[in-house]
């Protein structure tokens, strides 16, 4: 497919990650700091957050795998991705961790194992979604085009702050 | 990208503020380069706040361990301007870090969490921190960074203007001299007006200050042994800066000045009695009576991690200093007091255990246990030195005690310890304690009774001591090293009678008595912070000479036990003896032979926490705050004093002044007892390898 055309599908394709929030204003923060020096930055950060995350999910199922499970481990490990995933942007991530902490606190076993499926779900679901967009981007600039900004307007659409200004 | 040469930009930064006329190309390119520390074990945070922090053209250095940042720090003084650092972090908890960054560095700190409840901004608040940020963290609220930095430099700046001794003369031609603020001709300025300073911390006196390039004030441990005194005198209530700077009497010294150091030290005190999130009964009861805890010491917490005999921990809360400090700086937890240990007991606070070795009755102990050694733990140590006073230790807090001007030989491993922190001193402080040479503590010669403190975990090695590595600069009371010292497993509990402690100090017989040195930790008082600012200045523990005379009292200290061990006694210091500059905050263990005083014979040694709170604490009772004219043992006779002191502690650090009275106490236990590095400027013999500094170099 053309450049142009690849390069609407990215659009959209990025608009509704935002417009059903998987991804938030944080994001835009990162996709703003990428500049001609770091290139990859988006990449590199994201790829980051995919092996964190992924070592704390693991790290969380086992907790709450033992026959007396550490609350305090497991709230420390949840806290530490709901702060990843929100540094990132990645806001059903984090949402799903908030509640999350909630029941830990009550040391509710069932509650967090039903929270540990859900944040596991928005987590794979967001990688695909992320690794989905950052293709199209590669195969846009290996095409040789840019890959295209979103309008300003956007951001006020769906009222969100941090669309370049 | 952390300029490690220390780039003034900070000077440049307030004396563009100052001098605005003058060179202010830098202030054109402020806050440009200003140089960021940032602290955080998430990986991807790490990330994305280094990529902000450069956006906004900052100089950053990243660091995923508060470990290895509060290393930096040490190592590097002037590098940086401020630190950023979350909150929740596996090796150390970020108030922690905090707290240390602030006694020792006196740099700025902002805090980041997700978590954004009030209880957790409110303990940033607390601790000191200059500014909370909630992640995820916005490029934006990264602009605005810098101005806690000239904040706080204009406030020292002011200090300093006031005090007249600002010499704008002199700062002008440095300062327009440079373009740019970070250029290193400035920074040369800078350190060579640095340096100077610390020479004339030396004389512990604040008059010269037109030689002072920085704004701060150099609080000595002898000018902050008056400090605290002062304010004992004048009762910490009604202590207003005026009233005690009429009572200090220090020339040169402005009503601001104490000001400032009074709201750190009232920070500290209030830190110690109820903010810490551990409250390590041990810490404060150190001091406190009641309490038997060891005020600085996290008896408790030590206890809790097994460092700490549980019966030890009964001890010392027995013996329950008078200090009712809050607990002790030390709010470390458990979990993070091995750590503290190795990190070095940065905290050393002087403060509140006013325990001026030398005036103040009280005995600082230097709590070289994971927690911070507060000034109150000093004061712990110190009234326990003074208690083992009899004990023939010279108790810190001699103050009014120094009676004893025979301190307590440690026996202290003699030089072990020596090397780092205590300065030839007289402490002798177990030298051996101190060495961080892994030495095992004892093992020289002493005839550590001190049976190798069971559970010592892994600090217990010396070379365990990160500190060692590390920063050093605590007074690393080999102690830890020595495994084999006996002693170790000196319960921190102060028993009530000492006599719980077993003289296992056998410090080296042949060091008997010869620890007079003082066992310098020195520990990182914010208070002395501004000493040290940037070097741990000889610490001389003069005062501070626990000596523990193992053989002939049957106290042995053992110098290290373990690392646990080492009560630090901090206190102020020595004002005699080598250096002037008795960081009073820092607590100087000279181990081992030292012949008068306890010299932090240089280095780091980390000081153990010094169990000495607790045998401190015995007698500190009743010496307790402000008259530690008790710690003699009147109570206990001077072995048994010191045995239980011994016991609990493990090794003794007594630090004495140069008439020979003891300044402080520092007890070893088994926790190793660190000593806050910048008490010690850079140990000339740095054998052990410690970042500790010499006692030589302790700025008056």
Request: hydrophobic share 35%; aromatic share 6%.
């Amino acid at each position: 497919m053309e450049v142009g055309q690849m390069q609407r599908r990215l659009v959209d394709y990025t608009k509704s990650l935002f417009m059903e929030g998987f991804l938030d204003a944080q994001f835009l923060q990162l996709q703003q700091l990428q500049d001609e020096s770091n290139p990859d930055f988006v990449v590199e950060v994201v790829s980051l957050f995919f092996d964190d995350s992924e070592k704390l999910l693991n790290d969380l199922t086992m907790a709450l795998d033992q026959p007396n499970v550490d609350f305090k481990k497991v709230d420390a490990h949840v806290h530490q991705l709901k702060g990843s995933s929100s540094s990132i942007g990645a806001q059903r991530v984090k949402n799903a961790c908030i509640a999350f902490r909630s029941f830990c606190e009550e040391h509710n076993i069932d509650a967090t194992l039903r929270c540990l499926q859900q944040v596991k779900q928005e987590y794979y679901l967001v990688k695909n979604k992320l690794e989905t967009m950052l293709r199209l981007e590669q195969q846009i600039v290996a095409a040789g085009g840019s890959i295209p900004m979103i309008e300003l307007g956007f951001w006020r659409t769906i009222n969100m702050k941090g669309g370049k200004e | 990208m952390n300029s490690s040469s220390g780039k003034s930009y900070m000077s440049t930064a307030s004396s563009s503020v100052i001098w605005k006329a003058g060179g202010d190309v830098v202030a054109d390119q402020f806050p440009a380069g200003l140089r960021v520390l940032v602290v955080d074990d998430d990986p991807t945070c790490l990330m994305i706040l280094e990529k902000m922090l450069k956006a906004c053209q900052y100089n950053v250095t990243k660091c995923n361990r508060a470990e290895t940042a509060l290393s930096m720090l040490r190592e590097n003084r002037n590098g940086f301007d401020i630190v950023i650092s979350d909150v929740h972090m596996p090796d150390m908890d970020g108030f922690k870090l905090l707290e240390h960054i602030g006694l020792e560095m006196d740099l700025p700190v902002i805090m980041m969490s997700a978590d954004d409840g009030k209880n957790v901004v409110m303990k940033g608040v607390t601790h000191g921190a200059c500014d909370y940020l909630i992640k995820p963290v916005r490029i934006e609220a990264l602009k605005n960074i810098w101005q806690h930095v000239v904040r706080k430099r204009k406030n020292e700046w002011k200090d300093f203007e006031q005090s007249g001794s600002v010499e704008e003369g002199d700062r002008q031609p440095k300062q327009s001299e440079d373009a740019d603020y970070s250029s290193s001709a400035n920074e040369g300025n800078w350190k060579s007006s640095k340096r100077r300073k610390d020479d004339e911390d030396e004389n512990d006196e604040r008059d010269d200050t037109s030689t002072l390039k920085k704004p701060r004030v150099v609080w000595s441990v002898e000018l902050h042994q008056q400090f605290v005194a002062a304010v004992n005198q004048l009762g910490i209530e009604k202590a207003v800066p005026k009233k005690i700077l009429e009572l200090m009497n220090v020339p040169g010294l402005t009503r601001e000045n104490v000001a400032s150091h009074l709201q750190k030290y009232r920070l500290y005190l209030r830190r110690l009695s109820g903010v810490s999130q551990h409250p390590s009964n041990l810490n404060n009861s150190f001091m406190n009576p009641q309490d038997a805890t060891f005020g600085p010491l996290d008896l408790q917490a030590l206890a809790a991690t097994g460092q700490l005999p549980a019966q030890s921990l009964a001890t010392l809360q027995a013996a329950g200093l008078g200090r009712s400090t809050a607990k002790s700086g030390i709010p470390i937890p458990l979990v993070d007091q091995r750590n503290i240990f190795s990190f070095e007991n940065p905290k050393l606070r002087f403060g509140e255990a006013q325990q001026h070795v030398n005036n103040n009755k009280q005995m600082n102990l230097l709590h070289g246990i994971p927690t911070t050694m507060e000034p109150k733990q000093l004061a712990s140590l110190h009234h326990t030195a003074q208690s083992m006073g009899n004990m023939n230790m010279p108790v810190l807090s001699h103050g009014s005690q120094s009676s004893q001007n025979n301190p307590l030989l440690m026996q202290m491993a003699q030089p072990q310890a020596r090397g780092q922190m205590l300065n030839d001193s007289t402490v002798g402080l177990a030298p051996r304690l101190l060495s961080p040479m892994g030495q095992p503590m004892l093992s020289n010669g002493m005839a550590t009774n001190v049976s190798p403190r069971n559970g010592v975990p892994e600090n217990i090695r010396a070379p365990s001591y990160n500190p060692v590595s590390q920063t050093s600069s605590m007074l690393n009371f080999p102690m830890n090293h020595t495994s084999e010292l006996p002693g170790n497993s000196f319960p921190l509990v102060s028993t009530p009678g000492i006599s719980s402690l077993a003289p296992k100090v056998a410090f080296q017989e042949d060091v008997n008595s010869e620890i007079k040195g003082s066992v310098g930790f020195m520990p990182s008082y914010d208070i002395f912070n501004d000493l040290n600012q940037h070097k741990p200045q000889n610490w001389e523990l003069q005062n501070v000479g626990m000596m523990f005379n193992t053989s002939q009292h049957s106290n042995s200290l053992q110098g290290n036990l373990d690392h646990t061990q080492s009560v630090l006694v901090q206190q102020g210091f020595s004002s005699g003896q080598n250096r002037n500059s008795t960081v009073i905050s820092k607590a100087m263990f000279s181990a081992g032979d030292s012949t008068g005083h306890v010299n932090a014979q240089n280095g780091n040694q980390h000081l153990n926490s010094l169990l000495v709170d607790n045998t401190v604490r015995v007698k500190s009772e009743r010496v307790a705050d402000a008259a530690p004219a008790n710690l003699y043992p009147d109570h206990f006779g001077q072995e048994d004093l010191m045995s239980a002191l011994l016991k609990q502690v493990g090794s003794f650090f007594s630090l004495y002044d140069t008439d020979g009275d003891i300044i402080l106490l520092i007890l070893t236990s088994k926790f190793p007892i660190f000593l806050q590095q910048d008490v010690i400027t850079p140990a000339e013999n740095n054998d052990f390898d410690f970042d500790g500094y010499s006692i030589d170099n302790i700025p008056v």
